[in-house]
């Protein structure tokens, strides 16, 4: 672009700043600019056909880059929306997720659940929220298949607990008093859900987990 071109533009563009300031070009810009370029191109040095169709295809791409922009904006909108309806199912339904948690609220006691690596004779503690044992369960002899168990919510003198959250540890030995390594997660129901900078919380009672902890919706 030559030096009268230049000046046009730049007066064109100090009148358009004192009315709105433009954040970025549109197919408009390019056109006037395309237009001043022509208007006062040398007589002695035109722009030939190459430059024009190579600017005109430039000016194209760039609208059709942001209208691309605009319409992948409103998918991603669109289908973040859907997810979050679709995650609001989950309230109210039962599920399995990771973790150790028994949560007691009202004598009603949520359940866990837990998977031998082999068959053994498992005895599961409860500790209450400052580590002290509750609780040793005898649950007996079980498969290598997953297992629930419930949790009458007492002591080990047969007393209610409060309500709160509480834990659980599952130990199993084989029939050589040999330990068998256990895999364990909590099942609670789903009470809430809520959205933080791009995570998505699951509220199970009082308890708050991300939705990639729940791997089974049991009901």
Same mark, same amino acid.
């Not at 672009?1 to 709105?20: K, Y």
């Not at 690596?117 to 498992?122: A, D, F, N, W, Y």
């Not at 997660?185 to 199970?204: K, P, Q």
């Given at each position: 672009?030559?030096?009268?071109?230049?000046?046009?533009?730049?007066?064109?563009?100090?009148?358009?700043?004192?009315?709105?300031?433009?954040?970025?070009?549109?197919?408009?810009?390019?056109?006037?600019?395309?237009?001043?370029?022509?208007?006062?191109?040398?007589?002695?040095?035109?722009?030939?056909?190459?430059?024009?169709?190579?600017?005109?295809?430039?000016?194209?791409?760039?609208?059709?880059?942001?209208?691309?922009?605009?319409?992948?904006?409103?998918?991603?909108?669109?289908?973040?929306?859907?997810?979050?309806?679709?995650?609001?199912?989950?309230?109210?339904? +039962?599920?399995?997720?990771? *973790?150790?948690?028994?949560?007691?609220? $009202? =004598?009603?006691?949520?359940? #866990?659940?837990? %998977?031998?690596?082999?068959?053994?004779?498992?005895?599961?503690?409860?500790?209450?929220?400052?580590?002290?044992?509750? +609780?040793?369960?005898?649950? *007996?002899?079980?498969?290598?298949?997953? $297992? =629930?168990?419930?949790?009458? #919510?007492?002591? %080990?003198?047969?007393?209610?607990?409060?309500?709160?959250?509480?834990?659980?540890?599952?130990?199993?030995?084989?029939? +050589?008093?040999?330990?068998?390594?256990?895999?364990?997660?909590?099942?609670?129901?789903?009470?809430?859900?809520?959205?933080?900078?791009?995570?998505?919380?699951?509220?199970?009672?009082?308890?708050?987990?991300?939705?990639?902890?729940?791997?089974?919706?049991?009901?």
């Amino acid at each position: 672009m030559n030096i009268a071109a230049s000046s046009a533009v730049a007066t064109s563009n100090s009148q358009g700043t004192q009315a709105a300031v433009k954040k970025e070009l549109t197919q408009e810009d390019f056109l006037s600019l395309l237009l001043a370029q022509m208007q006062y191109q040398d007589p002695l040095n035109p722009m030939d056909n190459y430059q024009m169709s190579a600017q005109m295809a430039q000016m194209s791409t760039v609208e059709g880059i942001n209208k691309l922009t605009q319409s992948m904006d409103m998918m991603s909108a669109y289908q973040a929306s859907i997810a979050h309806l679709q995650v609001a199912g989950l309230i109210g339904k +039962k599920v399995e997720a990771m *973790g150790n948690l028994l949560l007691v609220n $009202q =004598g009603n006691v949520s359940e #866990g659940s837990y %998977q031998l690596s082999r068959p053994g004779k498992v005895t599961i503690e409860v500790y209450d929220g400052t580590g002290n044992l509750v +609780k040793t369960i005898s649950d *007996g002899l079980k498969e290598a298949t997953k $297992q =629930g168990f419930t949790w009458d #919510g007492t002591n %080990q003198v047969g007393e209610k607990v409060p309500d709160g959250t509480y834990t659980f540890k599952v130990n199993a030995v084989d029939v +050589k008093g040999d330990s068998i390594s256990v895999s364990s997660s909590m099942v609670g129901v789903v009470s809430g859900i809520s959205f933080e900078n791009g995570i998505t919380y699951i509220n199970i009672g009082s308890e708050r987990i991300t939705l990639s902890d729940i791997f089974a919706i049991l009901s």
